[in-house]
Structure formats: structure tokens, C-alpha cells
């Protein structure tokens, strides 16, 4: 008999941290009745229309492989959406392919780049994944830190302050999950000039772009100089709510896809054709669904912010993605502190920023893809929590 099991994992694996999201959400299913601005999933069920093409192609028998990068019919049409949406062209033949959600072009794209030491800087606060994957593909981690009063857009002088020589690649995600930071092209500009001044690869995940509420949404892949070393990754999860479809896509020079696409014929091999042609669906006639998802958003936004802020919980104004980031330094309690006595006391469950890394200290997040009078029954039970709290005292 075995005494041991562990000793059979790997070390690398054995020093990642769990998902600092799914460990409070452990907390969280013990409790009953609690309203959850926790995990970041759509509340809208995928649009029929788009769910009719999945069963259509089953219907008719479409239930095999696909090319591993993908259908070249969903091919075209992402280079098509691109090239209209974000003024970057890519040749569906060999500068697309098409992944198991936005998460797996993010894996390929590291495997394929990161040799053993490779610095890939990512900035701060962000999703609970990026520094793992970089780690589990051998390279380093660094972190860029993003602040509140730069509404958590990476500044030049916090990129420059953790570029050495072993750097090669900087992770974008604009607008940022879980800040709904995003950065005008003014912005991006100055990173570009940063990213070509030190010849760095960009991997840009801009899974959360159709959902900017105020300006114009840039992908650093359209600046000029920048298509040649940036890998421009989307996805269907967040903006056409199809979560559970699990399809993605990368764009990038030929070179860099077709690494990416040899561990892709080696691992996953294909996308599911269903979800491929849920997503062809989407892309063709998926704009009117996703504008309407977007103003209800808006709305959503706009109230959690307000309360937030009028309870005390200072909060920028998010322009893009479904969160809310609030300060709770005001309260004396730590992120994780101010989150478990929240589901404790008033049943109501959002997100330390710890876990999305060390720089999420002092805030929660709040997703308002939630429907908004379970937002409103949210806000007050964390205001009568604030209220408990400055009574205490």
C-alpha cells in the first residue's frame, strides 16, 4: 500500500496556491440564503438563437473533429469581427485559432513562449489565474502594481520599475477583471512605446471588451508597431454569455499561432464543433443580444456604484467588465476579515482582493451580473453591515 500519495505530485504543482475565488466559495456553500456578487459568470442565459445553431449542427449530424485550429468557417468569421470591432486584420488561415475558452489560448500562448526563467510581467490587481499559469509553464511571475487613483490602469512608471533583462513578455487585460479598469489609447500608447523600446511580446486578453460602458475600447494589437508582437486573445464566455460553451480564440503572427497550435494537437486537439458553430451563430448575429446585456450592465453599475459610495465604500466608476471594486479600508478590517464576516452576518458574498493577488488588499469585489433587485437586497444588508460595524466601535 502506498503511504504517500503526495510524493507522486509534482513540486511545481505542490507550491500553487489554490484559486483564492473557489477557497472562499467553500466558505460560502455552508451558508444558506446568501446573496452572491461572487463568482464572474453572466446571468443571462445564452441567447436562442445561438443555442438553436448548436442543436442544428447536432441535428445534422456535425459531431466530429474539427481542424485543430478550429472550423475555417469560424475562422473567417472572427477575422471579419476583428477586423471591423478592433482595426487589427488577420489571415484566418494561419493567424487564428480557435481554443477551449479564452483560458486555453491564455495556456498555449504561455507554453509557447515562455523558456525556463522568463520574466512575464502581469499587472495588479488581476485575474486569480495569470500568475499560475506563467509559473506552470516554468517561467516567473512579476507584478505590476495598478492603483485606484489611476482607476487601475498600468502606468509607465510601474512597468518600467519591473522590467530586467530576463523580462519578455507583458499580460494585459483590459477592461481588467476585477477592477473594470480599462485605459484610453493615450494610455496604450505610452505602454507600446515601453513594450517596443524593451522588444517584449504583449499577450493582450480582451475577453471583457464589448463590455466598455464609456469611450472606445483599444486593443493595443491595432497601435501601430504592435500586431507583429502582440497576441491578441477573445472569447465568447463573458459578451454573448455562452460560459459553459467553453470557446475562445488567438490571434498573432503565423509563428507564434502555430506553436501555440502544436499543443493544442497534442492536449485538446480541437474546440467542440457544437460550440463552433454556437459561436459562428454569435459572431453573425449576436450584436443586438450583446448591446442589450450591456445596458442592463450599465444599469446594474450604476446603481452598486452609488450605493456603494454613499454608504462609504469609496469606488471608482468601472468602464468596463461587470465589477465593482470597493475600498473597505475605511472599515479597519482586512479584505478577507471584512468577506467572511459579511457572509456570516448578513448573507451576502463578494470577493476578497487578496485574491487576486497581494495589491487587492483593502478592497472586495462586487459582480453586478447579478439581476438588480438582488443587488438592491445586497447593498443593504452591507449597508446595515457598515452600520453594525461603526456601532461596535
Known sequence: MVQNPSRYVADHVKKLPHSGIRDFFDLVQGVKGVISLGIGEPDFVTPWHIREAAIYGLEHGHTSYTANLGLFRLREEISRYVEKNYKVSYNPANEILVSVGV????????????????EFIYHEPCYVSYSPSIAMAAGHPVAAECRAETKFAVTPEALESVITEKTKALILNFPTNPTGGTMTREELVKIAEIVKKHDLLVISDEIYSELTFEGEHISIASLPGMKERTLFLHGFSKAFAMTGFRIGYACGPSEIIEAMNKIHQYSMLCAGIASQEAAIEALRHGEADMMEMRDQYRIRRNYIVNAL?????????????????????????????FAQRLVREKKVACIPGTAFGPCGEGFVRCCFATALDQIEAAMERISDFLKDLRGSC
Open 103 to 118: 483560458s486555453e489560448a491564455m495556456d498555449l500562448a504561455l507554453r509557447a513562449t515562455i523558456n525556463r526563467d522568463d
Open 309 to 337: 459610495n454613499e454608504m462609504g465604500l469609496t469606488c471608482h466608476l468601472p468602464r468596463g467588465s461587470f465589477y465593482a471594486f470597493p475600498s473597505i479600508a475605511s472599515t479597519g478590517l482586512s479584505s478577507n476579515e
